[in-house]
Structure formats: C-alpha cells, structure tokens
T-cell receptor, first 112, second 115 residues
Framework: DAGITQSPRHKVTETGTPVTLRCHQTENHRYMYWYRQDPGHGLRLIHYSYGVKDTDKGEVSDGYSVSRSKTEDFLLTLESATSSQTSVYFC???????????FGPGTRLTVL | TQLLEQSPQFLSIQEGENLTVYCNSSSVFSSLQWYRQEPGEGPVLLVTVVTGGEVKKLKRLTFQFGDARKDSSLHITAAQPGDTGLYLCAGGAHSLGSNDYKLSFGAGTTVTVRA
C-alpha cells in the first residue's frame, strides 16, 4: 500500500471556525491531491499540488486554501468553516502509473 | 454537472447473479479507472484501461473501455457478498496547456450482494 496518511480522521467543529486537515506521504511524489466526497457527487477535486509551494485549484476550490511547505505534507485549510463543507475529505498521490491514484483513509468533517 | 455519468446509482442483487455497471461521458479520456470503496475507507484501484476497445479481466470482474474512449463498463459474474461496495469510475486527462494530470470521477454505483 502507498504510504499516505491523513489527520485527523474525524473532526466536529462549529460554523465560522478555522480547520486544517493534514495529508502526509512517504512516497516522495511531486503531486498530491485533495478531494471531497459527498453523496451523489462522487469525488470532486478541491486543490492539488505539483511541487513544494506549487499548488493549483480544482473544480470546488471556493472556501478552501492549501499549502505545501515540504514534499511529504499537503495541508488543506478551511478559513471559516460552513455547514456546506461537511463532507469526507480524501488526499491522494499518483501511483507508479500516472493514470492511477492512491487514496488516504479520509477525514470525516462535520460543521455544525 | 458530472463529467462522468454512472448507472445505475444503486444495485441490489442475490449472490450468484451477474451485474453490470456503466460509466458514460461526452468527453474523451486518455485512460479510465475503476475503483472500489468500502465504508470508512478510501477508494482502492481495481483496474486501468487506456486503449479504445480494451477488455481486461480480473477473476470474476470484466472491464471494457469503449472504442471512442468515452465510456466503460464493469461486469461482475456470479457476484458474492464480498463484492458489496461503492464502485467509482474515473477518467484521466491532462489539463489544457499543462502537464498536470487530473481525474474526474463519476458519482458511483452502490452495489449490494445479498447472501
């Protein structure tokens, strides 16, 4: 299995509070991805990174920011959480084949 | 709007029956993947198909990529309770003007195989 972990695994927070989710990889990949998964929508790309300090937006980036200060860590921040950001968040890295992605175990975030 | 449409959304069958899940798009993809996801876990890659018309078999699972590389199907023969899960298709393509490779996912098909 790919060495990819996420923390925390579960979080409950209140509307308006900042939240940071962490993705850690041990595979030394340039690329890392953040997705959210909601019923009826599958996985949707939030942001991705193609190197240290190099990031770009995905299809649902509003309300989210990311940072990548070192290769192994990719942080996703909700500056002011809203109830619409209640979701399961997955981090992913490419496999040995660029067509493939390996996913972390996910973080279930509930915004009350 | 979902770039990839999966059907059906839900499928419940008896052990031993066959099932087919479809993944359709109006876009052309350079590759298409099928993932399986169990509750509380991340998606796990089952197969990647890259050539139009390609057929891959993994034990009781058969995957097909359409000739035009816009659609795919997953067929399970003699389904077992262990096949229960969420099946996701994903199409891969490079972003315009860059080397960045992204996946677009279908909404998923929830398969339940009853013992």
């Amino acid at each position: 299995d790919a060495g990819i972990t996420q923390s925390p695994r579960h979080k409950v927070t209140e509307t308006g509070t900042p939240v940071t989710l962490r993705c850690h990889q041990t595979e030394n990949h340039r690329y890392m991805y953040w997705y959210r998964q909601d019923p009826g929508h599958g996985l949707r790309l939030i942001h991705y990174s193609y190197g240290v300090k190099d990031t770009d937006k995905g299809e649902v980036s509003d309300g989210y920011s990311v940072s990548r200060s070192k290769t192994e860590d990719f942080l996703l921040t909700l500056e002011s959480a809203t109830s619409s950001q209640t979701s399961v968040y997955f981090c992913a890295i490419p496999g040995t084949d660029k067509n493939e992605q390996f996913f972390g175990p996910g973080t279930r975030l509930t915004v009350l | 709007t979902q770039l990839l449409e999966q059907s059906p959304q839900f499928l419940s069958i008896q052990e031993g029956e066959n099932l087919t899940v479809y993944c359709n798009s109006s876009s052309v993809f350079s590759s298409l993947q099928w993932y399986r996801q169990e509750p509380g876990e991340g998606p796990v890659l089952l197969v990647t198909v890259v050539t139009g018309g390609e057929v891959k078999k993994l034990k009781r699972l058969t995957f097909q990529f359409g000739d035009a590389r816009k659609d795919s199907s997953l067929h399970i023969t003699a389904a077992q309770p262990g096949d229960t899960g969420l099946y996701l298709c994903a199409g891969g393509a490079h972003s315009l003007g860059s080397n960045d490779y992204k996946l677009s996912f279908g909404a998923g098909t929830t398969v339940t195989v009853r013992a």
